[in-house]
């Protein structure tokens, strides 16, 4: 007899979302570490890195809107067990053009720091994701 898909804190119906903001959250992390090291270039006054650094910014807000994306579908199904991933997740997301922005208009002086507190975000958020089990997230 076939089980039904619960939609609780426990259960099959966490795995494909849960999966899926773990595979997300490390294209997040990938995309910012690729930040880090064109502005690694940028600080040693190799200009040549400015378009990749540039449209790499574009690869970390796509992985952030894609990571809320994963993170709400898994608190759709996990509800308040998935909570705090989901509210990690829409501030990496925030944060992230906050920090683009200042580094475009504002001064470097708090667009680094921020790109730091970012990626500790981030890290944080793929730590919680890869802490919980399958079924029940």
Excluded: C, K
């Amino acid at each position: 007899m076939d089980q039904p898909v619960h939609t609780t804190s426990s259960g099959p119906a966490t795995g494909a979302p849960l999966t899926a903001l773990r595979v997300i959250v490390l294209l997040h992390l990938a995309a910012i570490l690729w930040e880090g090291a064109t502005a690694g270039q940028l600080v040693t006054f190799n200009t040549d890195a400015l378009p990749a650094h540039y449209f790499g910014a574009f690869g970390v807000h796509a992985a952030a809107g894609a990571q809320l994306l994963a993170a709400a579908w898994l608190w759709s199904r996990a509800r308040r067990a998935a909570l705090g991933l989901a509210v990690l997740s829409l501030v990496a997301f925030g944060l992230g053009f906050l920090q683009a922005a200042l580094g475009t208009y504002g001064p470097l002086q708090v667009h680094v720091p921020l790109a730091v507190a970012l990626m500790a975000l981030v890290a944080w958020t793929a730590a919680l994701a890869w802490r919980r089990p399958a079924t029940s997230a």
